[in-house]
C-alpha cells in the first residue's frame, strides 16, 4: 500500500494551466478562501469570476486554487467555482500551511488562503499570485488587551510563507483589522520585501493609505516587475508582496476604514472569537458596520489586484 504521496503528485492542473505553463505563457494563481470565507454570496462568485476575467484582460491565464478530493486544484471550472461559492457555511475548511495536510486527508472540498495558495503554485510552477488581502500580526498578538491580558500569538502562516516560498503576491496591503506596523515589522524579519506602487504610503486595504510608509515603493507597473524578477532572479527563497491601493472610486477613508476595524476588533475579543475564525468574523463585522460599503471596497481591489497581476505575469514572462 502507498503510505506517501507528495506535494507533486497531489496537484492537478486544468488542461489550459497546464498548457500554458509548458509554453511557458503568463499565469496567475488567485487563492479561494475569499470565496468562501471572506465574502457573501453571491459577491464571492461574482468576485472570482471577475478576477478571472481581469487576468485574461491582460493577457495572462488565471488559475484559480482550492483542494478537493485529496487533489490540489490549479485552474477551477465555473462548476468548481459555484460549489465553492455556495457550500453552506462551515462546510469547507480553510486550508494553511499547518492545515493544508488535514484538509488534502479529508477527501472533501477546502479553500487555500494566501499560505496554502503561495505553496501550490510554486509546486506548478507559477510565480505570481493575485489576492485581496494578506493574514497579518493581529492586535493583542505581542501584547494583551482589552479583558484578554495574554499575548494570542495570533500570527498568520501567511507571513512564514511569503518568508520561505519564492511567490510575488499582489495585494491591496494589510487590513486595519491587522497591527499593521507590527506586521511590517514580521515580514522585514523574514526578509519579505514590501512594496508599494504609484505611492510613497503603504496601501492601507480597504482605504488607499495604511496611514504609514510603504518599506520600499515604486512608480509603476515596469517597475514593480523590475523589482519582480530582481527578488526571484536571486534565489534566495523568500517571496515579494506588491502593495496596489484600492481604486479611489471605491476606497473607504482611512478614517472610517479604522474606526469600523476598531470597533470589530473589539467586538471580537468581546465574544471570545479567535483562530481561523477571526479573520472571516471581523470582515463579516465589518460588512454590517459599513451597511456594505465594505464589500464594494474589498470586491473592487480584488479585481483590481488580480488585473495588476495579469500585467505583471505578462512583463514577467516577455523577458
Ligand atoms: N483578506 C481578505 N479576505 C480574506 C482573507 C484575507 O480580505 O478572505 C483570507 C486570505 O485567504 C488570507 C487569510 O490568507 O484570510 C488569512 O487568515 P488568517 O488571518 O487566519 O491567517
Ligand atoms: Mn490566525
Request: proline content about 7%; aromatic content about 2%.
Amino acid at each position: 500500500m502507498r503510505t506517501r504521496t507528495t506535494l507533486t503528485e497531489r496537484l492537478a492542473l486544468s488542461s489550459e494551466v497546464s498548457a500554458a505553463l509548458a509554453e511557458g505563457r503568463p499565469v496567475v494563481a488567485l487563492e479561494s478562501t475569499l470565496i468562501s470565507h471572506g465574502l457573501p454570496y453571491p459577491q464571492n462568485i461574482e468576485v472570482a469570476k471577475a478576477s478571472e476575467a481581469a487576468v485574461r484582460a491582460a493577457g495572462a491565464i488565471p488559475a484559480t486554487i482550492a483542494i478537493n478530493a485529496g487533489r490540489l486544484l490549479v485552474g477551477l471550472d465555473d462548476a468548481d467555482l459555484t460549489a465553492l461559492a455556495t457550500a453552506p457555511a462551515g462546510s469547507v475548511r480553510k486550508a494553511a500551511r499547518p492545515s493544508l495536510a488535514a484538509a488534502l486527508a479529508s477527501g472533501n472540498w477546502a479553500a487555500t488562503t494566501v499560505s496554502a495558495t503561495m505553496i501550490a503554485a510554486h509546486a506548478a510552477g507559477i510565480a505570481v499570485f493575485a489576492t485581496g488581502g494578506i493574514g497579518g500580526v493581529h492586535h493583542g498578538a505581542l501584547a494583551g488587551a482589552g479583558p484578554a491580558p495574554q499575548p494570542t500569538f495570533d500570527i498568520s502562516s501567511d507571513l512564514e510563507e511569503l518568508g520561505r516560498t519564492p511567490v510575488a503576491v499582489v495585494c491591496a496591503g494589510p487590513k486595519a483589522i491587522l497591527d499593521v506596523p507590527a506586521t511590517l515589522e514580521y515580514l522585514e524579519t523574514r526578509g519579505v520585501p514590501v512594496v508599494a506602487v504609484g505611492q510613497a504610503d503603504l496601501p492601507g486595504f480597504y482605504a488607499r493609505s495604511a496611514g504609514i510608509a510603504a518599506p520600499e515603493s515604486v512608480p509603476d507597473l515596469d517597475a514593480a516587475a523590475d523589482l519582480v524578477a530582481a527578488q526571484l532572479g536571486l534565489g534566495i527563497g523568500n517571496g515579494i508582496l506588491i502593495c496596489v491601493p484600492v481604486p479611489e472610486a471605491d476606497a473607504l477613508p482611512g478614517e472610517v476604514a479604522r474606526t469600523v476595524g476598531e470597533r470589530a476588533i473589539a467586538e471580537a475579543t468581546q465574544e471570545r472569537v479567535a483562530g481561523p475564525e477571526l479573520t472571516p468574523w471581523l470582515l463579516a463585522r465589518i460588512a454590517v458596520l459599513t451597511d456594505g460599503a465594505s464589500i464594494r471596497a474589498n470586491t473592487a481591489l480584488i479585481v483590481n489586484d488580480a488585473g495588476f497581476a495579469g500585467a505583471l505575469a505578462v512583463l514577467l514572462a516577455a523577458r
